[in-house]
């Protein structure tokens, strides 16, 4: 008796980041589970374990690659649970339970809001429902208005109701950075959106639901009070909407460039539909998934580069992978001043702490540690070149989703390095380590070091 008070003790006095981590394994349960029923699969079969919880991970951890096809391969039932898992998994289980303490009007404790703003990375508790409230109203009208104009375009081509639900599921699939598609019996097979290529609307809405979900909601929060409030706009939003643009416009050059004339890619399609690709391609992949072409395709040098932007990702406290846009530019800013002589890391007037550069530079390289690992692992296990594990790999940590098309035919323990890779990056490096080391992270040293200097480069 008294062991099993003292486990109970341990379950209800467990940190936050521990509580996000049960969290999303508990939807990934849930959701595997409900998988295997026979009435999830298309055939009416049940599913076996390993197609059903990768899928779940893949949904819960917003990333996209699918070992079976979602539209041909699960049924409605089977499809209502993976959108279910994909918006639980973009805005945080947290959120959730946020809102069923709203509609019964119960108080939001204290630890909850611990919780909820760890989950969301913010730097403080105060407004933290009324932040909730107003992020469940934005995704609501930002998925409604997708929806809606996507409705217009499918209706017409699948009729009333599939046509609805292919729009709301599209929706929430874009809005939460998430890939996952129900145009397999139309376009064929894991084809993604490829059959609407030549659709500058549905693509632009696309990059539109992507683009609003990866901002992050603490740019939501802050755009709403310049416009409403007049006030100014913080560092890190006007960093996170400067980088976007620069990414975006970037991406869209490079591809477009480098794939002009691939007649794998987009080398077949008119020069506006070529533009229209590459913006569509630069923004999906750093954390959507959506594919217009087929990416085994591709040129060498693109693979690479296209490795870096999943790598990169979208801002923090948003439905988008990656190590973060913001993370990125931090440790390329930091070798910059560093490269010029300068020991302190300022932008817009205001100093970065070297803790943040430290932290940056831990998130990145664990990232690239953990991506390398598994890349080399899948290449002695699987008959795959190392440039297309090291593609599958990065696209399962950054929470992308696109594919060259080896997920579905990798073995057990492959698929199972992925389904890490997906939850190490959704869950978030560092709130899996601190969890894990939350003793010694708690800890401060008392005893100060003289400093040394020591040879380096």
């Known amino acids: 008796m008294k062991e099993f008070k003292q486990i109970l003790q341990k379950l209800f006095h467990i940190s936050p980041t ?46 996209g690659l699918v070992v079976r096809d979602t539209m041909i391969e699960w049924s409605r039932f089977g499809q209502i649970v993976i959108i279910a898992m994909i ?19 119960r108080r939001i404790t204290p630890r909850e809001r611990m919780i909820i703003a760890e989950s969301f990375n913010l730097n403080t508790y105060e407004g933290i429902v009324k932040k909730i409230r107003m992020i469940l ?43 996952f598609d129900l145009m397999g019996q139309h376009a064929g097979a894991y084809s993604s959106l490829a059959c609407f290529d030549s659709s500058p609307l549905i693509l632009f809405t696309q990059i539109s639901l992507i683009l609003v979900g990866g901002i992050g909601f603490v740019v939501w929060d802050d755009i709403y009070s310049f416009f409403r409030r007049r006030s100014r706009l913080s560092i890190y939003t006007k960093l996170v909407l400067m980088i976007t643009a620069v990414l975006v416009l970037g991406g869209t ?22 533009l229209v690709n590459s913006t569509f391609y630069a923004v999906t992949l750093r954390t959507a998934g959506f594919t217009t072409f087929n990416t085994a395709a591709l040129r060498s040098i693109s693979v690479l580069i296209s490795c870096l932007f999943m790598f990169i ?48 530079l831990t998130i990145a390289i664990i990232g690239m540690v953990f991506i390398t690992a598994a890349s ?82």
């Open 376 to 457: 080399v692992f899948i290449t002695l296990v699987e008959d795959v070149s190392l440039s297309a594990a090291i593609y599958e790999c990065t696209s399962a940590f950054a929470t992308v989703g696109i594919s060259m098309g080896m997920t579905p035919a990798l073995s057990g323990i492959s698929r199972l390095v992925l389904m890490l890779l997906m939850f190490m990056g959704r869950v978030g490096i560092l709130t899996i380590t601190y969890s894990l080391m939350l003793n010694s992270a708690k800890k401060k040293s008392c005893i100060s070091y003289p400093e040394i200097q020591i040879m380096i480069g």
């Open 137 to 179: 109203i934005g995704t609501v009208i930002a998925e409604g208005i997708g929806a809606v104009i996507l409705a217009t375009q499918f209706i017409p081509i699948f009729g009333i109701g599939e046509g609805i639900f292919k729009a709301i599921f599209h929706s929430i699939s874009s809005f939460c950075n998430a890939g």
């Open 87 to 105: 918006q639980i998994g973009g805005l945080g289980f947290m959120t959730f339970t946020v809102l069923i303490s709203i509609l019964l009007k």
């Open 313 to 360: 990702g979208g801002a923090s406290g948003s439905t988008a992978g990656g190590i973060k846009m913001v993370t990125f530019w931090l440790i390329l800013y930091s070798v910059v001043r560093v490269a010029q002589g300068y020991n302190d890391i300022n932008v817009f007037g205001r100093r970065i702490s070297l803790r943040t550069v430290l932290r940056a």
């Open 253 to 274: 050059l490079i591809f477009a460039l480098l794939e002009w004339n691939n007649p794998g890619t987009i080398g077949g399609m008119t020069p506006l539909n070529k």
């Open 18 to 63: 521990q509580m996000i981590i049960l969290g999303f394994i508990l939807v990934i349960l849930i959701g595997g589970l409900l998988l295997m029923l026979p009435i999830s699969s298309a055939d009416g079969n049940a599913a076996s374990a390993s197609d059903a919880f990768f899928t779940a991970v893949s949904s819960t951890c917003v990333t």
